[in-house]
């Protein structure tokens, strides 16, 4: 398997809050306290993320105190752990001043009170979700988002497992977007007026920068590629790739040699921008003139790119920065993030073949991806290895990244689910999408809320993530049912 370049990470601000004279009232809270919330650490580093633990905050001074040391620790995300009744005193300073997102937790360490012997010490122990009203009203005064509150139990309680590391994935996405560095080299694809972004906008919408790339600058990469690059990429496509005889379509043929050749040389190129320019991703498009180290280079980079998608390294033909952006966000919730539209309906049974002839994430591919020989690129010039294949089967999701007429971003969320059979021998990726109540119904409603014509395509069923994510940027959202 194609391991990652970068591990997915964040760092997560942790903090109890507590009625503080409780502890001057019952010997021996403060210890039994503190092994909970030790045990909810525990929780969380499991989801391989850094915690940052500020302890207990028991007054408004602390919680002062405590707001200035968060904001220096530059914490992705905070998760206040309601672990007796406090008062939101102790919540409202860190709130108001953290610009960071944040979650309550409320789990008990019992399932419930052992009524029989049950006590005040008992119920202090267990009296978890007390404050969370309080908290969740005034921050509504104060014009502040609690983004949720996972109830349960502290112990063996797998949904609130799965919660919390829903979260923990979402705070990976933005500790990767904040000061990412998503490339643009070429132009858009003539009279896609759908492609058209402002880098500014950019920025403003996702903490993103947009360095701005000539396809000169990857030809100079290009010059440099050793003869030790160009056999190592050799070697990584001959153990990740079939390349079967052709089938029907008459523009394609077995990968011949020398398309091998260039995709590995080219891919090596990537690699070196991707270095050269610390990028986090690229988008771009570029045709060039015949018979030129531009054109040769700008149309032979799919094989490359999808190692990279799987490398978690998006990276996207057409120029399409929008579609690159949503691929980083699938890939950082770890499900993938190919890039894809619509293909032809199957009306009989129900089905559109989602794919595309770019680049795709080879994590998600079920079984080995296949290379061919393309003649020609339909639409578009140049000809060299095509990749194709059918993502895993099962639950799938969509993230479309949009604009309105006032420029402001939309994300158009949808998901359905990949089943097997026959997928056209192209050498491009398809997948057969079945979506409910009705396919033809389901595309309908996805069209009409105005989206680009590309999405990222990713496995299992995140629009509950996807809807946070937006949320927490502030961006409009709607998920197409």
Known sequence: MIQ??????AKIGIFAVIHEIYFEQFEGLREKLYG???KLIEVVLANEVEVV????????QNAYEAAAEIKKQNVDFLICNMISYATSSVFAPIILSCDVPMILTALQPRAKLDYTNANTFMQL????????PEFIGVANRLGKKIYDVIIGTLYDDEAARTDIAKWCSIAMVLHDLKGARVGLM???????????????????????????????DAVEVYNEVSEEEIQAKIKLIDEEFDMPDPKSDPITTKLTQADKLQAAKSAAALDRLVEKYSLTGLAYYYEGLDNTVQRTLASTFIVGNSILNAQGIPMCGEYDIKTCIAMLIMDRLNIGGSFAEFHPFDFEEDFILVGHDGPHHLAIANGKPILRSLKKYHGKPGSGAGVEFKIKEGPITMLGITQGYDGKFKFVIGEGYSKSGPIPPTGNTNTRGFFEPTTKEFIKKWVMEGPTHHYALGIGHHADELVKIA???????????
């Open 471 to 481: 949320d927490i940027l502030g961006i409009e959202r709607t998920v197409v049912k």
């Open 125 to 132: 122990e267990n009296d978890n979700i007390c404050a969370v």
């Open 53 to 60: 633990d500020f302890g207990f905050i028991g007054n408004n």
């Open 36 to 38: 909970y919330h030790n």
């Open 4 to 9: 990652r370049k970068k591990k997915r990470t």
């Open 186 to 216: 070429g132009h858009t694809m003539e009279a896609m007026y759908d492609m058209h972004t402002d880098p500014t906008a950019i920025s403003a919408a996702f903490g993103i920068h947009v360095p701005l790339l000539e396809i000169d």
